[in-house]
């Protein structure tokens, strides 16, 4: 299982130069899952950035995999994980649900560098 998180997603989105990183696990469809807490998130960068008929398409387009709500048990497994690898909450909650899930991370987030069953990639400015 793959779980992308937002950094990914937007890059995706706006075809950045690290775009192509991430293909592989969004085009893995059956094998995406979507934390809720990436929806808000991409949602809320492309509400601002881009206005509301981009934020429903790209809501959409995550809707695709398979969205993951925040329980209890997700909950507890963030706070564990925040204090074991000082995490911040958002990031903490997005390891917990790939715990759960079973998933890899794909990201650009520093926070994650390092850690197991993370596929990182340094972010790069676009014209670069």
Not at 31 to 57: M, N, S, Y
Not at 110 to 125: D, Q
């Given at each position: ?21 991430f293909?592989p ?6 094998d ?18 881009r ?11 995550m809707?695709?995999?398979?969205v993951?709500?925040?329980n209890?048990e ?8 925040s ?7 958002a990031d903490?909650?997005?390891?917990a ?6 998933a ?5 987030d520093?926070h994650?560098e390092g ?7 340094p972010a ?5």
């Amino acid at each position: 299982m793959n779980l992308v998180d937002s950094s990914g997603w937007l890059e995706f989105f706006v075809d950045g130069p690290n775009a192509s990183f991430f293909e592989p696990a969004l085009a893995a469809k059956d094998d995406l899952i979507v934390p809720t807490l990436a929806l808000f998130e991409v949602f809320k960068v492309a509400l601002r950035e881009r206005g509301e008929d981009a934020a429903v398409q790209a809501v959409a387009a995550m809707r695709q995999g398979r969205v993951i709500d925040m329980n209890e048990e997700i909950a507890l497994r963030a706070a564990r994980i925040s204090l074991a690898h000082r995490l911040p909450l958002a990031d903490s909650i997005i390891a917990a649900t790939a715990a759960r899930c079973d998933a890899e991370i794909w990201t650009q987030d520093r926070h994650f560098e390092g850690l197991p069953g993370i596929h990182f990639i340094p972010a790069k400015k676009k014209n670069a």
